[in-house]
Every structure is written in C-alpha cells, then in structure tokens.
C-alpha cells in the first residue's frame, strides 16, 4: 500500500500547499494579503533578499504527529514554521500607507515518516538570523507556530502548535469531519481544536501534534 509523499529533503515538496494554507489562522491571513499587495503596489522591501536564517541555530524541537481513525490515505504531507520579527521599531514605514509592516517568513520543514500515521519534525525556534535588515536596529524574529498539514485530493487538513504550545511542550489534537475527506472541496480544513471538540467523534479523524523533546 502506498502511504503519502512528504517534504522530507526538499522544500519544493511544501510548495503546492502554501497557497492554501495560508488559510490556517484569519488575523494572520489578512496581516499576510495587506502586506502582498503594499509590497507589489510599493516596490515594498519586505521580501529582501537580505533576509537570513541563522548558522547558528539552536533552539531544536521535536515535533511528533499522530493521526487516528483516518478513512484512507493522504496523497502528500508537508510542513513549515512561520516566524516574524517582533520589533516593529526597526521596520521602515511603508509609502503611501503610511504603516509599518512586521517581516514575516515560512520555512518548510523535513517530515520522517513512522509510518502512514505517524511523523516526525524538527523545528527551530530561532532559525531566523537577527540582523539590522533596514537601518533602523538589529530585527528580532519569533517563531508564530509549526504547522502540519496533509492533503487530500483538493482539500488540505491543517494542525498546528504555536510558540508557546511548543516551548511547554505542549500537546494539540485536531478534528476532522470524515466525510470531508473525500478531497473534492479545495479548502483547508482546519477543523475542530481539542478544547472545542465535535459532539460525535465517531464520524471524525484527528491529528495530534505534541513537542515530545527539544535540544537546547
């Protein structure tokens, strides 16, 4: 039986999900098209080049997925972190808004298949390297959060562990309505967090991330 392609190895893995994903959290979402359209429209400097991950990284967790009462199989997994500079005061303002924007930056991540169920994946908290990119004092990243995500014909299921789940070494399952893994919808289902479940968890898969060690 053949189990889901991952990323592992390769960003370009990750590729085809990001543009659906982007879907994960809506304040983020609309922090993320904002800044899309001022950069294109401006000539904003957001995207520059300049923009490094840290040599020296150190901060290393493990993140482990699990998924329970899956009807089938995923056709791909992929994952990434997000991270964004936390210090405004060292952003240019943007012409014509008028407003600064925070840096952001997704960093695909190498998944290890357990098994068809089952995954690993390492994360950095401070992949990013702090730098003073624009003039204005060095610009301090933070990792948002980590995000698996496994697809479906046209539809992707999301689960996530923000920062401060993750330095907790905190634990999240995420539920899924089964019907909906059918694939024919293109969305990116987020589904319902462990602190609000589904009444009837009988018709529903979940996937669990938990940080089950780090090296410091």
């Given amino acids: ?16 999900l990001k543009r659906r994903i982007s879907l994960l959290d809506w304040p983020a979402l609309l922090g993320i098209v904002i ?23 150190s901060m290393q967790y493990e993140i482990t997925v699990n998924i329970e ?3 089938g199989h995923f056709d791909k997994v992929a994952a ?19 407003v600064k924007i925070a840096p952001i930056k997704q960093v695909n991540l190498d998944i290890v ?9 390492s994360v950095f ?16 990243w933070s990792m948002v959060a980590t995000t698996f995500v496994g697809t479906k014909g046209r539809t992707s299921f999301v689960a996530s562990l923000d920062l401060q789940q993750i330095l907790a070494r905190g634990y999240e399952t995420t539920f899924y309505a089964s019907k ?7 969305i990116s ?9 589904p009444t009837d968890k009988s018709s529903t898969f979940s996937i669990s991330l938990s940080t089950s060690s780090s090296k410091l």
Wanted: charged share 15%.
């Fill in 1 to 16: 039986m053949t189990g889901p392609t991952s990323n592992a190895g390769s960003a370009s893995g990750a590729a085809p």
């Fill in 35 to 57: 800044f899309c359209i001022v950069s294109t429209a401006c000539g904003g400097n957001m995207e520059d080049p300049k923009i490094q991950l840290n040599p020296n990284a």
């Fill in 69 to 71: 009462g899956l009807p």
């Fill in 80 to 98: 990434f972190a997000n991270y964004q500079v936390s210090n405004e005061g060292c952003v240019p303002i943007t012409p014509i808004s008028g």
């Fill in 113 to 121: 298949p357990v098994s068809d169920v089952k995954f690993r994946i």
């Fill in 125 to 140: 908290a401070d992949r990013m390297l702090d730098e003073d990119y624009f003039g204005r004092g060095t610009c301090h």
């Fill in 180 to 186: 909906t893994f059918e694939g024919t919808i293109p």
């Fill in 189 to 197: 289902d987020t589904g319902f967090s462990s602190k609000h479940p």
